[in-house]
Structure formats: structure tokens, C-alpha cells
């Protein structure tokens, strides 16, 4: 009798072990597909899990990148000035999608005080460029800036962040932008 006493405890906790098990692996595939660059179904996962470093209503990274055209922007030179910060890549759709309205907000816009900054995120020179020239961009566009993503912590792209004149972020999205959102944020932004 002690054997069929002793034996059912045991049972139960490889019941515990197996579920524990079944867990971990749900949650390491969910963190996997989030960092695959699965867009914005990606970022959201992995904003549960640890959220980003730049939130509205709070002050934005700095950070310095330099342009495919070899010019140097540097936030903390621009104080004063609201800055559109959009990570792109040249193979996402969602980027290439949102791509014509971005020009068309950002020449609305570039005489009112407003830098627009696109910044490449794992993507290489050749394809940064032949993104550009396909899609018309005139405003900024940086070179791949991994560590830049990183600071502002980056998911996945596309993502946009409106940055106001004193350097606090007034707007995020995690996915491609809606232009009249993005409109009505640059002009709150510029208030």
C-alpha cells in the first residue's frame, strides 16, 4: 500500500512538469514569431512582454545618424524643432505601403518646423537606396542604425514617433501610420 500511496504525488508532479513545459514553449514561440520582425502583431507581443524605451510623454532617445547622403542629424541639435523619427525597411510591406504618404505628410510640413528622419532598421545601402528613388523620398534618410532602433526599442517596422519642440514623445505607432493621425499629431505636436 505504501507503493501506491508514494506513486500518486509523483504522478501529479509530472502532470505540474509537463504543463510548466507546454507553457514555456508557447511563450518562447510567441518571443520568437515578436522578434522575427513579424510587424505589428510582433510588436505588440513583445510590448506585454517588456514594453519600449521610448513612450509618449516621455523624453525621447537622442540619438545620431548619418544619412545615405552622408549628413550627420543630431536630435540634440534640433531642439526647438518637431521631429518625425519613422524605422523602415525596403523589404516590409507595410513600409513600402505607407511610403507615399510619409512624402506627401513631410512636404506638407518641412518649412513648419518639422524634420522628418526615416531610419533604416537591418537593411542594407543598396536597398535603402533603391527604396528612396522608388518611392520618391526627398526627406532624410539615415543608414541601417541598429543601436538607434534599440534605444527607442524598436519591435519591429514599420514605427513612427512624433517627437515635440522640448523633445518629449507625443505619438507612437507600431505599424503602418494613418496619415490623418499622423497629421493631427505633427500639428499638436507644433503647438
Not at 500518486?8 to 520568437?32: C, D, H, T, Y
Request: glycine content about 10%.
Amino acid at each position: 500500500m505504501s507503493n501506491q500511496v508514494g506513486s500518486e504525488p509523483k504522478a501529479q508532479g509530472n502532470r505540474s512538469w509537463v504543463l510548466f513545459a507546454i507553457v514555456a514553449v508557447f511563450a518562447l514561440g510567441a518571443m520568437l514569431f515578436a522578434l522575427s520582425g513579424a510587424g505589428t502583431l510582433g510588436a505588440l507581443l513583445l510590448s506585454g512582454v517588456g514594453g519600449t524605451k521610448a513612450e509618449v510623454g516621455k523624453p525621447a532617445p537622442a540619438f545620431k545618424v548619418t544619412t545615405t547622403l552622408g549628413m550627420e542629424i543630431d536630435s540634440l541639435k534640433l531642439h526647438g524643432s518637431v521631429i518625425v523619427v519613422n524605422f523602415f525597411a525596403s523589404w516590409c510591406k507595410p513600409c513600402q505601403a505607407e511610403a507615399h504618404d510619409m512624402e506627401e505628410i513631410w512636404k506638407e510640413y518641412q518649412n513648419d518646423g518639422v524634420i522628418f528622419v526615416g531610419i533604416a532598421y537591418e537593411d542594407t545601402d543598396v536597398k535603402i537606396a533603391q527604396f528612396v528613388s522608388k518611392y520618391g523620398i526627398t526627406f532624410p534618410v539615415a543608414t541601417s542604425a541598429r543601436d538607434v532602433g534599440r534605444d527607442f526599442g524598436v519591435t519591429g517596422v514599420p514605427e513612427t514617433y512624433v517627437i515635440d519642440r522640448e523633445g518629449i514623445v507625443r505619438y507612437k505607432q507600431l505599424g503602418a501610420i494613418d496619415p490623418a493621425e499622423l497629421t493631427g499629431m505633427i500639428e499638436y505636436a507644433l503647438q
